[in-house]
């Protein structure tokens, strides 16, 4: 199999059928993400695909019930996403979402067009308590509304369910046909009541058993592991991050120690990090994984050795951690199958399940060594998202600490110095990083934001300690708040927890003269120091 292949192979797979789950066909709305995390709150299982899939794949799938989400377009226009009207006739129920909803009255003989009144916001919304969508929700009730279009006349057979003072269909209904469509985003938590429209649709009209439970998705990832493996080897690179280590004990747990975990020590992670993944998942853990330490330090320092430039650094690690994952590989032999912790954003987001563009690029999608032969892919955590990894870490008995661990990137302390990777950096990043995270957990602030650390700046300054002159290095402090990581808010530590840290870091860890607080926010900076 080539590279494309192998991607295909798995990205075609479905689990809707065996597992009665919900369908969420992306128009590409920038919520598709958080209607299935919805969805799936109900503990019913839901997956994202495109609009563009085929109906007889869509009728193969079997799901219990459909969703149609947002999106950009206005769904008059010429080429704008559309659906074949058989959608609406297959006797499964469907909600459609603001376009979702539009384009619903569209395809079955009503008319969309350009709202009077543009709405934006918070939307106070009048429901009719007769509506099953609306079970147990207050007759008035706040909304997010956020359109351009409007519906200006519903497609036979529809009667309207809510509007707002400006709209007059902020949702329709045909509950014959079990046909629903609503104008504003029940996904979103601004409309208060949003929670309990999507359960009353999944649960009440779409009649799911609400099984989808962490243990039942345990037991038959075993079991799809265990036909997929056969006889065979399987081999796992493992950073010691949640999801490839969930995906090594998941392993396990199916095939033993027929799965080899390869454990990379590149010298760039964090004080003490190496033992500790070995301490875990090594001989003496308790997991039963056959692992693999490979100490790599100093093929890494020497080729960082005289680099400074950012990417170029970025580019030196991940090649030289594909050739060390191969070289491992070869020496075990012929493996049948090879594990990769990619989870379901990286999928949707690298355009793989849905609509949505490419927001970033991946470092597990589609980074698959070349060298190495292998006849399966297997990607356990494809479907999950990160709390559900989590959920799922803890349930196989994985350590609390490694679950709710703070993301720590794959280029490791190379991208948190600036300038030249050396080993003496790399040990003065990781002592003021670990004083740092201590600093903070004393203080109770390593709940209160989502990444901290210390890096390295490529500045040296006299100060004086002493009598004596200093001519040291300062090390930055960093601790921000953020929901994506793609923007970020510089975090208000408190100044006592700082100035500890502070005076720690200059008397406990050589060549550092000065210690800075990084109070920007991305944009314009970024998280990490590179
Ligand atoms: P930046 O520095 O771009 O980082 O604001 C955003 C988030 O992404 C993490 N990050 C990475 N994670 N491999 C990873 O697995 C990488 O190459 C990488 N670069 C940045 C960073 O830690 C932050 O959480």
């Known amino acids: 199999m080539n590279k494309d292949e192998k991607k295909r192979a798995v990205k075609q797979e479905s689990h809707l059928k065996e597992r009665r789950g919900i369908l969420v ?3 590409g709305g920038q919520y598709n993400q958080l209607i299935a995390r919805r969805v799936r709150e109900n503990h019913v299982y839901c997956e994202i695909h495109s609009y563009k899939t085929d109906m007889a794949d869509i009728r193969g799938m079997e799901p219990i019930g459909i969703i149609l989400t947002g999106g950009p377009n206005s769904c008059y226009e010429e080429g704008a996403p559309c659906v074949s009207p058989e959608l609406f006739s297959l006797g499964v129920p469907v909600l459609g979402i603001c376009y979702g ?4 009255m569209h395809v079955l003989g009503g008319k969309v067009g350009r709202a009077p009144v543009r709405e934006y916001g918070r939307i106070e919304v009048s429901v009719s308590a007769a509506s099953p969508l609306f079970a147990d929700v207050h007759e008035k009730t706040i909304c997010w509304m956020s359109h351009n279009d409007y519906i200006e006349q519903m497609a036979p057979g529809f009667i309207s369910s809510a509007c707002t003072d400006n709209c007059p269909v902020a949702a329709a209904e045909d509950p014959s046909r079990s046909l629903y469509a609503v104008q504003f985003h029940p996904e979103v938590l601004h409309t208060q009541e949003g929670q309990t ?3 009353n649709f999944v649960l009440g009209i779409c009649k799911a058993d609400g099984s989808w439970k962490m243990d039942a998705f345990i037991q038959e990832s075993i079991e799809a592991i265990r036909n997929k493996v056969g006889n065979g080897r399987a081999l796992c690179a493992l950073s010691g991050g949640v999801d490839s280590s969930v995906a090594a004990v998941l392993m396990a747990r199916a095939v033993g120690r027929q799965v080899t975990c390869v454990f990379v020590d590149h010298g760039l992670l964090r004080k003490d990090e190496a033992d500790q993944v070995e301490a875990i998942f090594g001989p003496t853990g308790n997991f039963g994984l056959t692992f693999i330490r490979v100490d790599a330090r ?12 950012p990417e170029k650094k970025r580019e030196i690690i991940g090649e030289e951690f594909i050739r060390v994952f191969e070289e491992e590989a070869r020496k075990i032999g012929q493996v049948e199958a090879l594990v990769q912790g990619t989870i379901y954003p990286d999928v949707v987001e690298s355009g793989e399940g849905g609509e949505s563009a490419v927001i970033k690029s991946h ?15 297997i990607e356990p955590l494809r479907y999950l998202f990160k709390d559900e990894v989590r959920e799922a870490g803890l349930a196989l008995g994985i350590p609390h600490d490694l679950v709710f661990r703070q993301p720590f990137p794959g280029p490791g302390l190379g991208v948190r110095i600036v300038g030249e990777v050396t080993p003496e950096k790399v040990h003065i990043v990781q002592e003021a990083d670990a004083i740092w995270r201590e600093e903070l957990s004393r203080g109770g602030w390593d709940k209160n934001v989502n990444q901290y650390f210390a890096a390295l700046s490529n500045m040296r300054s006299v100060g004086v300690m002493g009598d004596e002159r200093t001519y040291d290095y300062a090390v930055l402090l960093r601790a921000v708040k953020t929901v994506d990581f793609m923007t970020a808010e510089s975090a208000d530590i408190p100044w006592e927890i700082i100035g500890r840290a502070t005076s720690r870091i200059v008397n406990e860890v050589p060549c550092v003269n000065r210690v800075l607080y990084d109070c920007t926010g991305k944009p314009p900076a970024t998280i990490e120091w590179e």
């Open 25 to 27: 066909l992306d128009f």
């Open 101 to 104: 909803a539009q384009l619903m």
């Open 197 to 199: 429209m999507l359960k």
């Open 298 to 309: 100093e093929r890494f320092f020497a080729r960082l050795k005289g680099v400074t430039d």
């Open 363 to 377: 470092h597990n999608v589609g980074a698959l060594p070349d060298h190495v032969d292998f006849k399966e892919l």
